[in-house]
């Protein structure tokens, strides 16, 4: 049994990003993850598929550790997520880009100093830092609306900047919690070609969505979550 | 190290920004930090002052045995044998009435006064130091003294001075107590600046940590904020006192050439005005510290 559980860990181990056994229990008892196991490989793409409260954000949430699990393992890069030191957590969170359905942008600061923020405690020097921060904004189509505030950029452009500052560091994985959410079909469709592209450079994204219709029209894996279980 | 000198930068960049983009409310909080530390600062200076008025007074016990005014040097001389003898004593110094002459006239104010007598009135005198300063055994001797032949008067001398000094030293203490409490008001004051930044900054804060900002990264411009505004405090403290010493050193002159005196209250040193600057800067970082310690972990991304 034992030698049993240990190649398993190893198998997990493997892998990029990897669930096993996780449950997420919430203060007041409520679960949120019901024993969710499964591993993504490094260079994959897949949704995070089901209605709301299903346990999409809680899911991608244990990944950067802004939750962590009651009881199982997340395993990013072979670090066991949940038992990080608070102290480590930046040095996990700079290796993820992260894209929020809410963007949470700083409205107080144009699209240039939005997207520079991640650079400002990266080891980057000022000018390195410039380059790829111009040269995020031109991938999501914003370098000619660097100086502009968010709160005048659409829907869509938020998104999109959201996705420039999520990428600029250059992380290994890209997560984004309905990052379509509130956008139109078009607007949505254009947000996921850029996820698709940062996949076609080794970028692997996990994306959670609800949108059946969206998951349709890319053929990726999908991990179905129904009341808080893996479903397929 | 050239990243973490640069990030340095970046939240003293940063703290400038958040005092220039709030100016009535830093000037404000300068004025009032300022304000509180120029009252330790201006106690402090003014009894820097008074030393040096006192400083010439003797606080350690002694008597001043004053001779007839018709005794001769060889009852003088033997007079001081007698005293030299004595077991008791440490130190015994005969002050002719010339001398006394000379140290009176160089007293201020008492120049034309002496000036105006004609002749000398001060009798010689002998000034004793016993080897223990105690004041009972200092009152007994006194008495012994004053039986002994050619003696006029003894006077036991630097009581008013260590009353002074005792003097002194409370107003020291208050003014030490003073600053303790002024500089707890100004923790409290830089602790709720930083309180409200914090609040204020709450989404960025929250943004920080999630995209991998450590807690020190997001500390720093808080502390320099705390220093800043402490050391524009002290700047504004200092700039109080100086003003308040030139208008009253107006009324001092004014007294002190009365007694023919050039006195005037003088400002700190140049290390005691820096001290107060650094101080102050101290202790803003210090309120920094503590609200940081104490609002910004709350604060986690959801």
């Given at each position: ?56 954000s809680t899911?991608l949430k244990l990944i950067p550790a802004i939750e962590r ?12 997520v949940?038992?990080?030191?608070r102290?480590?957590l930046p040095?996990l969170r700079r290796?993820l880009?992260l894209v929020f359905q809410d963007q949470k942008?700083l ?10 923020l991640p ?47 999520a ?8 997560i984004?919690d ?55 | ?200 900054q709450r989404a960025e804060i929250e943004i920080s940590k999630l995209i991998g900002a450590t807690d020190?990264?997001i ?77 910004l972990l709350e604060i986690e991304p959801k």
């Amino acid at each position: 049994m034992t030698c049993s559980l240990s190649s398993q860990a190893s198998s997990w181990r493997r892998w990029l990003i990897s669930f096993s056994a996780v449950v997420k229990r919430y203060p007041g008892g409520q679960e949120g993850l019901k024993g969710v196991s499964f591993a993504i490989g490094a260079g994959e793409f897949a949704f995070i598929a089901g209605h709301s409260g299903a346990g999409k954000s809680t899911l991608l949430k244990l990944i950067p550790a802004i939750e962590r699990p009651s009881s199982g393992a997340v395993l990013v890069n072979g670090q066991n997520v949940g038992a990080l030191k608070r102290a480590a957590l930046p040095y996990l969170r700079r290796n993820l880009g992260l894209v929020f359905q809410d963007q949470k942008l700083l409205y107080d600061r144009s699209v240039h100093a939005n997207v520079m923020l991640p650079l400002a405690f990266s080891e980057l020097g000022g000018r390195e830092a410039e380059r790829r921060a111009r040269a995020a904004l031109e991938k999501v189509g914003l370098l000619a609306r660097e100086k502009a505030n968010p709160i005048q950029l659409s829907g869509g452009e938020q998104q999109r900047l959201a996705i420039a500052r999520a990428v600029v560091n250059r992380p290994s994985v890209l997560i984004a919690d309905e990052p379509t959410a509130n956008l139109d079909a078009a607007s949505a469709a254009a947000i996921l070609d850029i996820f698709a592209d940062f996949n076609k450079v080794g970028v692997t994204v996990l994306v959670a969505t609800h949108d059946e219709a969206l998951i349709g029209r890319f053929a990726r894996r999908v991990l179905r979550l129904a009341g808080g279980r893996l479903v397929e | 190290m050239r990243t973490w000198l640069r990030q340095h930068r970046q939240a003293i960049a940063a703290a400038l920004g958040k005092l220039a983009a709030q100016k009535s409310a830093a000037v404000l909080n300068a004025l009032v930090i300022g304000i509180a530390l120029s009252l330790p600062a201006g106690g402090y200076a003014l009894l820097a002052g008074l030393r040096s008025i006192t400083l010439g007074a003797a606080l350690e016990p002694q008597l001043s045995v004053f001779l007839r005014a018709d005794t001769k040097r060889p009852e003088a001389d033997a007079l001081g044998a007698r005293l030299k003898s004595d077991p008791r004593l440490g130190e015994v110094r005969f002050v002719s009435r010339e001398q006394a002459l000379k140290e009176v006239q160089a007293t201020e104010g008492l120049a034309e006064v002496v000036a105006a007598l004609g002749r000398n009135p001060l009798p010689d005198a002998f000034v004793l130091r016993p080897k223990v300063p105690d004041s009972a055994a200092l009152e007994a001797l006194a008495a012994e003294v004053r039986t002994m032949p050619a003696v006029a008067h003894v006077q036991v001398d630097s009581a008013w001075a260590r009353r002074l000094g005792a003097l002194a030293a409370i107003a020291r203490l208050a003014i030490a107590l003073l600053a303790a409490l002024l500089a707890f008001g100004l923790v409290a004051i830089t602790f709720n600046t930083i309180r409200l930044q914090i609040l204020t900054q709450r989404a960025e804060i929250e943004i920080s940590k999630l995209i991998g900002a450590t807690d020190a990264f997001i500390r720093r411009p808080f502390f320099y904020l705390g220093a800043l505004q402490g050391l524009a405090g002290g700047l504004v403290a200092l700039a109080i006192l100086g003003a308040s010493l030139a208008a009253l050193n107006v009324g001092v002159a004014e007294l002190a050439s009365s007694y023919g005196s050039t006195f005037r209250l003088v400002f700190l040193e140049p290390g005691d005005a820096l001290a107060v600057v650094l101080f102050s800067a101290a202790l803003g970082w210090f309120g920094a510290f503590l609200s940081v310690s104490k609002y910004l972990l709350e604060i986690e991304p959801k």
